[in-house]
């Protein structure tokens, strides 16, 4: 085996051990790679209970009347700092604890509640979303996740209510979407009291503001020399050794964010302080950034929603050419789009942050595709809202110029969409491409045991997925060509990940201009899958309240036609392309 295999096989082996330790289950975007419609995700569309409605309703009055009197981002954005008023008012309104239980002084909402708050804050002021989802999403859900019941005791009732503020430190020089290539190291002490802390973290929200910090550290393996795994720690910056390097980044935008670096020099780190197992600090990251990329979906929400409103309005308004804006086609494409978008990343939102409230397992694709989607999605947004105000919006008397700014954070954090995208290909592809491995090993070794029967398992599920199309069950007569497209393109979405698996086999690892296309396939089969949903339920609850059924809604059927045109192309794509061109001059400039 040469170096390169050798590299290789470690990287698989590691991804393995990370990924596909717990339960498998099929979920609803694993059933797609595998021509599967998982629809008791999915379907019928998720609803807050009614009773926790009206408290989720009281809740969101009570922060507009809060945001509106106290919150202004145009001064947040100008000063690069969110006040302290605006913190104390946000953990009175529960903002701060809104999902920890009340025995620690939390709102106990559900993810799905949380969403909703957090859609609210988005739509005004960016940074301030941010700091929540750093504060709360990432940084107290890694405690109340994996805390002991000693640390959240100790930790959580000051943190919920903002007297306390948390941060959550994973991004090193080396560390950022390679997670695991984390370098701050952590020395258990001799009596084992203790461990030594020694590195540093950059472009950490909260870093100088926060009273309890997450940090991520290497550690040695028990009994195996040389062999370190990650460990998560809760660090308070009175420890001596830690010393905050600089305090408030400059930087495009989100300036309202404490964006710190840090160092920790020598720092001794009670053991008790270990949160989660010891050397599983990167289960501990991915499962709390699942949390902080659903509520990422939600401010995203907003702020395409604020897109939108902007957009009708000037187009209302504005004339140019004896004629309102609203009256040119190609201003009508723009604001039919953002709506379009503004409808999908809601109910995509929705849909995954009830898979959380739900306990169901193993829903990371389902939030890595929510935070690409709606990230990408935002931007597109906010550049056709920018276009109809034209040059008015390149100008700081408006929140177009800002929202620009702070948006184009949002495809590079919590881990960014080109990582994701392979990732959601080649985590996707797994299961079919392992039933696959499954038939070839037993072809080139008959007698292997078990070898027959899980050979013939294997080879049922591919041949059954690829006669049979998945039914997408809408219960709205008007929806069902709908229902009958998504499902025929599911099935050639599988047809294609077969085609791809046996064309390229281990090679697709490292080809991710196809990963791309059958991850942007995949993206969208779940968004046109939670629209469906969506616009499903709202026909449903319409004619129970005695709506006439032929109910409308065009923001929807625009969305889903678009997104099944994009999957069309996406999978046409996987044939006729200009990949090896594409290579070939980006190795010709990159001489």
């Known amino acids: 085996m040469t170096e390169t295999e050798a590299q290789r096989q470690k990287e698989i082996q590691q991804a393995e051990e990370l990924l596909f330790a717990g339960p498998q289950a099929l979920g609803f975007v694993k059933g797609l790679f595998q021509g599967h419609f998982v629809s008791d995700w999915v379907m019928p569309y998720p609803r807050i209970a009614a009773g926790k409605q009206v408290e989720l309703d009281k809740t969101l009055k009570e922060l507009r009347e809060f945001l509106g009197a106290k919150l202004d981002p145009v001064a947040i954005d100008r000063n690069a700092d969110i006040p302290r008023e605006v913190i104390d008012g946000l953990g009175r309104v529960g903002v701060l604890g809104m999902t920890a239980p009340a025995e620690y002084g939390g709102r106990g909402f559900t ?14 002021c960016a940074s301030t979303s941010v700091f929540v989802n750093a504060h709360h999403s990432i940084g107290i859900r890694a405690l109340l996740l994996f805390g002991t019941h000693e640390q959240k005791q100790r930790w959580l009732p000051k943190l919920v209510t903002g007297q306390q503020l948390g941060a959550f430190a994973l991004t090193e020089k080396e ?20 461990f030594i802390l020694t590195g540093e973290k950059r472009y950490i929200t909260n870093a100088a503001i926060a009273q309890v910090l997450t940090v991520m550290a290497r550690t040695p393996l028990p009994g195996k020399e040389g062999k370190t795994s990650i460990t998560a720690f809760l660090v308070t910056p009175d420890m001596p050794g830690l010393e905050i390097l600089d305090a408030r980044m400059p930087k495009m935008g989100i300036r309202g964010t404490a964006t710190g670096r840090f160092a920790m020099r ?3 780190v009670p053991k008790a302080n270990i949160l989660g197992p010891p050397g599983k600090g990167l289960k ?9 990329r659903t509520t990422f979906g939600a ?3 907003g702020a395409a929603k604020t897109c939108l409103e902007l957009a009708v309005k000037h187009a209302n308004t504005r004339k140019q050419f004896n004629k309102t804006l609203g009256n040119f086609h190609l201003v009508k494409e723009k604001i039919a789009r953002i709506a379009g978008n503004a409808y999908a990343m809601e109910a995509m939102t929705t849909i995954t942050a009830s898979l959380i409230d739900r306990g169901l397992e ?8 929510l935070k690409v989607f709606t990230t990408e999605r935002l931007w597109e947004c906010i550049n056709d809202a920018f276009q109809i105000y034209g040059g008015s919006a390149y100008f700081v008397d408006l929140p177009l110029e800002r929202m620009l700014r702070d948006a184009r954070i949002n495809q590079i954090g919590e881990g960014s969409n080109e990582v994701l995208t392979s990732f959601i290909a080649l985590v996707g592809m797994r299961g079919p491409g392992m039933e696959f491995k499954e038939i070839y090993d037993t072809m080139l070794k008959p007698t292997r045991v078990g070898g027959i029967g899980k050979a013939w398992s294997a080879g049922m599920n591919r041949l059954g997925a690829t006669v049979r199309i998945p039914d997408v069950p809408v219960r709205s007569v008007e929806l069902r060509s709908f229902g009958n497209q998504l499902g025929r393109l599911i099935w050639r979405f599988n047809l294609a990940v077969n085609r791809s698996l046996i064309v390229y086999r281990e090679p697709i690892l490292d080809l991710q201009l196809v990963q791309e296309r059958i991850a942007g396939a995949a993206m969208d089969l779940f968004a046109s899958t ?36 994009r999957i069309r192309n996406y999978l046409a794509g996987l044939n006729d392309n200009d990949d090896k061109f594409i290579l070939k001059a980006a190795d010709s400039a990159l001489r």
């Open 111 to 124: 993810q799905m509640a949380n969403c909703k708050v957090l859609e609210e804050i988005g739509r005004r």
């Open 299 to 301: 401010c995203c929400t």
């Open 362 to 369: 193993d829903y990371m694709l389902e939030t890595a595709m």
């Open 175 to 194: 560390a950022g979407s390679d997670a695991a290539n984390v370098q701050m190291t952590a020395t258990p002490s001799a009596d084992g009291s203790h």
């Open 266 to 268: 020598d720092v001794k």
């Open 530 to 565: 939670a629209v469906l949903s969506r616009w499903d339920s709202e026909i449903q609850f319409g004619q129970g309240n005695g709506e006439a059924p032929n109910q409308k809604n065009t923001a929807a059927e625009l969305f889903l036609r678009q997104s099944f045109r």
């Open 284 to 292: 501990v990251a991915l499962t709390v950034l699942d949390f902080g």
